[in-house]
């Protein structure tokens, strides 16, 4: 009997071993390895793989952006009113909110550095360019009464029809 559980914990390690080197073998720092890699691949996988998809949708650089203006995990890019014109028309703006909306798909609920959520950045991009951007801040969602009344409303739906459902189980 002891011979067979020796037996057993020595399959299992060489079988861990095994496992642990298809691992190290499939980690690959190749450059074309990460051209033809999409981030979109790793979606509702685990957190480590979102955030890695996360950082990959980063790396997607455009020439049509100043580097100050390049989106980053530290969030907001501060544009100004005076280079408004310039990362509004000249495609920055565009790129910009692509590659949000790649971490939107990634990772819904993503926060960057400075608190501020994906939603946030393209509403500040899409009302900055409209008319125009606050100093060094994003422009907030706006607050939706809509969602607050309707969960207060499914509250007060539920209460009453639990009421009627109690009265009636006691008759």
């Known amino acids: 009997m002891e011979k067979s559980w020796r037996?057993?914990?020595v399959v299992w390690l060489f079988c861990g071993i095994f496992m642990l080197s298809l691992l190290i073998c499939r980690t690959n720092a190749d450059e074309a390895y990460d051209k033809k890699y999409?981030?979109?691949k790793n979606v509702n996988l685990s957190p480590f793989m979102q955030y890695l998809s996360i950082y990959q949708c980063m790396l997607n650089v455009s020439d049509k952006c100043q580097p100050e203006y390049t989106?980053?995990?530290?969030?907001?890019l501060n544009v100004t009113n005076s280079d408004a014109s310039t990362f509004c028309n000249q495609g920055c703006?565009?790129?910009?909110?692509?590659?949000?909306?790649c971490i939107f798909l990634v990772k819904q609920d993503y926060k960057f550095g400075d608190k501020n959520s994906?939603?946030?950045l393209n509403y500040t991009?899409?009302?900055g360019c409209i008319s125009g951007f606050p100093p060094n801040a994003t422009i907030k969602l706006p607050s939706s009464a809509m969602r607050v009344s309707g969960r207060a409303g499914f509250g007060v739906v539920f209460s009453i029809v639990l009421a009627?459902?109690?009265?009636?189980?006691?008759m």
Do not use: F
């Open 38 to 40: 999409h981030p979109l």
């Open 125 to 127: 991009i899409t009302q």
């Open 118 to 120: 994906v939603q946030e």
């Open 7 to 9: 037996c057993r914990g």
């Open 93 to 101: 703006a565009n790129h910009t909110m692509d590659v949000l909306e």
């Open 164 to 170: 009627v459902l109690m009265a009636y189980s006691h």
């Open 71 to 76: 989106l980053t995990e530290k969030g907001w």
